[in-house]
């Protein structure tokens, strides 16, 4: 007789994940959300960023940030850059793949992202409000779109960072 175990739910101790590091960095254009701000750094921390580099705003590390990342800042490194066109040339000076989450007239599909390894990516997103500025999307090398199915054609850039944290870490594998 076979005895089956019941599934319950494991400790952050307890799962089987590998922790990893990407040569990933984040790169925030105008973000300046409490709650965006702390998801960004839990799903930073989930899928291995090396660093979040916060542009035109200082992130407030107020206590509803603080709740959202749990804990998560603590671990991502991350740093304020003012301009974030100094940001984007620094990291393509040091050899990065520039991609831009943002529909555009010649974006792509993120599932149809291909890159050349060994590869360095930061990924570029805009402000809760207006998204990613025109003369930063011109210092990208790729525009990337989650493809969609609704009437609305934009999500919460945390939760839009997340599907394209794991498709990248898919690729840079």
């Not at 940001?87 to 050349?116: F, H, M, P, Q, R």
Request: charged share 20%; with cysteine; hydrophobic share 40%.
């Amino acid at each position: 007789m076979r005895t089956e175990m019941k599934p319950e739910q494991l400790d952050h101790s307890d799962n089987k994940f590998q922790q990893r590091q990407f040569p990933l960095t984040v790169v925030c254009d105008g973000i300046h959300s409490a709650s965006n701000t702390g998801s960004l750094f839990r799903v930073a921390e989930a899928f291995g960023v090396e660093e979040i580099i916060f542009c035109v705003y200082l992130p407030e590390f107020s206590r509803r940030m603080e709740k959202t990342a749990r804990s998560t800042h603590q671990r991502v490194a991350h740093r304020f850059e003012p301009e974030t066109a100094i940001a984007l040339k620094a990291l393509k000076e040091d050899g990065y793949t520039i991609i831009a989450l943002e529909i555009t007239n010649n974006s792509i599909s993120l599932n149809e992202v291909t890159l050349k390894k060994p590869a360095k990516v930061a990924l570029l997103l805009g402000g809760e409000n207006h998204g990613i500025s025109a003369e930063h999307l011109a210092m990208a090398d790729q525009h990337v779109h989650i493809d969609m199915y609704g009437v609305n054609s934009s999500m919460n850039v945390s939760m839009a960072a997340g599907i394209c944290l794991f498709e990248l870490t898919n690729l840079l594998k």
